[in-house]
């Protein structure tokens, strides 16, 4: 029976690439998102791919979610944290606010997400989970305090929770993109991003198909050995 993938973040950006990549390996993929309406209706509309809403910061509404998923689709197997939010400023400028939101979605919600899943796995005996880190988690960057913390804390949790699943047939694995085109980045000031893309050594943005590449990968049954590591994916701007 084909595995059931939930992917947050799913609609937009690297997850829509990531949906469609694990539903054309014929995963059951829930495409999870939490503010854009639209953008989810148009995509469920070309790829056929469902979308659920909910906010994984919410950890409530993670579990509702995750139950919500299994009962429509068959248990969970692979989860890939995706969803993540930007409130670049510098120190002088954050506020507590900002640091909040980031650390609640991008790090809060990758919690929420295995906790919700994770009994699931156990009891089968079998699970695959992505992260999404960031090369600004590896690297740090300037202007963005909060989003470098929540990441490189991806990192850790990733290592931390890959011990405990190895042994029960979990894996947990980080994927860490670099500078992808997609809406994040696009918001970078022109100026900046010009100065950023200088430094890859490829010589361009990635591309989010080319993340996608990289957990399917890891998300493979034949993946089983491969846990607790990171792939970066960055065109060469940071060796980790
Ligand atoms: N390194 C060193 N100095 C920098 C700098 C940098 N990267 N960026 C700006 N500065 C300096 C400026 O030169 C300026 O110096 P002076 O005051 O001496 O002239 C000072 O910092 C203030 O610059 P700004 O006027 O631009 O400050 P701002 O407050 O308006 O904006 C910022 C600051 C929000 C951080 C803005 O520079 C920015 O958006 N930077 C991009 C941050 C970034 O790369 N975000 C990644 C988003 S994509 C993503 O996160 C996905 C992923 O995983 C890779």
Same mark, same amino acid.
């Given at each position: ?7 947050? %973040?799913? !609609? ?31 995509? !469920? /509309? ?8 909910? *906010? ?13 998923? @299994?009962? /429509? ?14 409130? *670049? ?21 990758? &919690? ?13 005996? &079998?699970?695959?989970?992505?992260? $999404? %880190? ?14 470098? @913390?929540?990441? $490189?804390?991806? #990192?850790? &949790? !990733?290592?931390?929770? $890959? ?12 994927? @860490? ?7 994040? =980045? @696009? ?33 493979? *049954?034949?993946?089983? &050995?491969?846990?607790? $590591?990171? =792939? ?5 701007? #940071?060796?980790?």
């Amino acid at each position: 029976m084909a595995r059931v993938a939930i992917v947050t %973040g799913g !609609t937009r950006g690297i997850g829509e690439a990531i949906s469609v990549a694990l539903n054309g390996a014929g995963y059951r993929v829930a495409a999870n998102y939490c503010g854009n309406d639209d953008r989810a209706r148009a995509f !469920t /509309e070309k790829t056929g791919i469902a979308a659920y809403k909910w *906010d994984v910061a919410d950890f409530d509404a993670c579990v509702a979610g995750v139950a919500q998923v @299994a009962a /429509e689709l068959g248990p969970v197997a692979v989860i890939v944290n995706n969803a993540g939010i930007t409130r *670049d400023a510098t120190m002088k400028k954050m506020s507590r606010a900002g640091w909040d939101e980031v650390v609640d979605t991008n790090l809060g919600g990758c &919690f929420n997400m295995c906790k919700a899943a994770w009994d699931g796995m156990l009891e089968r005996g &079998f699970g695959r989970i992505v992260n $999404s %880190g960031s090369i600004n988690g590896q690297a740090g960057q300037y202007g963005q305090v909060n989003y470098a @913390a929540a990441k $490189s804390g991806i #990192h850790g &949790f !990733t290592k931390a929770l $890959s011990q405990e699943g190895a042994p029960k047939g979990i894996t947990v694995n980080a994927i @860490a993109p670099g500078y992808i085109d997609t809406d994040m =980045v @696009a918001a970078v000031p022109p100026n900046v991003l010009e100065k950023i893309v200088a430094r890859i050594p490829v010589g361009r943005l990635g591309r989010a198909e080319e993340i996608a590449r990289g957990v399917l990968f890891l998300v493979a *049954d034949e993946a089983g &050995f491969v846990t607790g $590591s990171t =792939v970066s994916i960055n065109g060469g701007q #940071h060796m980790y």
